[in-house]
Antibody, heavy 117, light 110 residues
Framework: EVQLVESGGGLVQPGGSLRLSCAAS????????MSWVRQAPGKGLEWVAN????????YYVDSVKGRFTISRDNAKNSLYLQMNSLRVEDTGVYYC??????????WGQGTLVTVSS | QSVLTQPPSTSGTPGQRVTISCSGS????????VNWYQQLPGTAPKLLIY???QRPSGVPDRFSGSKSGTSASLAISGLQSEDEADYYC???????????FGGGTKLTVL
């Protein structure tokens, strides 16, 4: 069964850092682009970042450039999102999704990030 | 303000056919394929339509997608109560170098 499981969310103060993880199973992780998509409370979906199969290409939404870093470890079938200088507006559920430029055909259950003082 | 424009809400009665529009530009819908996602309350999104009009296995043929120029549409026929959800369109944007989503359309089954 194809599965994505996120972890690492929590409550953090503005300016703080968090590292999200996504454990993949049931498919050959190293052959897929992977992405992070977030959803603020009561709002719509927003793409955050994606990374190529071998990690050599990465793209970010403008609002997180210079603050967030997407990475992957194909040996561990894992995707990561290092989030620094967090802002209140970064609050939301962060989903790990299989896919890059094209369709996201598998999603995790999401992990909640709350940025508040 | 989302790059792709969807109506905030729509509604229909059981058995009815409804359509949801998604308007974009030449840098996204006009030059890349459109995907649609369904998000049931309290759950993660689910891929509903990909490559403009293709259904993943398991998605009923009541759901169909189409695209013309810089606009796309999702049609749901034979509306059922379990179709009540939020629906999002999405496409790659060549100018932004990223995926853009519509703001989402909340479908209510009356």
């Amino acid at each position: 069964e194809v599965q994505l499981v996120e972890s690492g969310g929590g409550l953090v103060q503005p300016g703080g850092s968090l590292r999200l993880s996504c454990a993949a199973s049931g498919f050959t992780f190293s052959t897929y682009w992977m992405s992070w998509v977030r959803q603020a409370p009561g709002k719509g979906l927003e793409w955050v970042a994606n990374v190529k199969e071998d990690g050599t290409e990465k793209y970010y939404v403008d609002s997180v450039k210079g603050r967030f870093t997407i990475s992957r470890d194909n040996a561990k079938n894992s995707l990561y999102l290092q989030m620094n200088s967090l802002r209140v507006e970064d609050t939301g559920v962060y989903y790990c999704a299989r896919g890059g430029r094209q369709q996201y055909n598998c999603w995790g259950q999401g992990t909640l990030v709350t940025v508040s003082s | 303000q989302s790059v792709l424009t969807q109506p905030p809400s729509t509604s229909g009665t059981p058995g009815q056919r409804v359509t949801i529009s998604c308007s974009g530009s030449s840098s996204n819908i006009g030059s890349n394929t459109v995907n649609w996602y369904q998000q049931l309350p309290g759950t993660a999104p689910k891929l509903l339509i990909y490559y403009d009009n293709q259904r993943p296995s398991g998605v009923p043929d009541r759901f169909s997608g189409s695209k013309s120029g810089t606009s796309a549409s999702l049609a749901i026929s034979g509306l059922q109560s379990e179709d009540e959800a939020d629906y999002y369109c999405a496409a790659w944007d060549d100018s932004l170098n990223g995926v853009v989503f519509g703001g989402g359309t909340k479908l209510t089954v009356l």
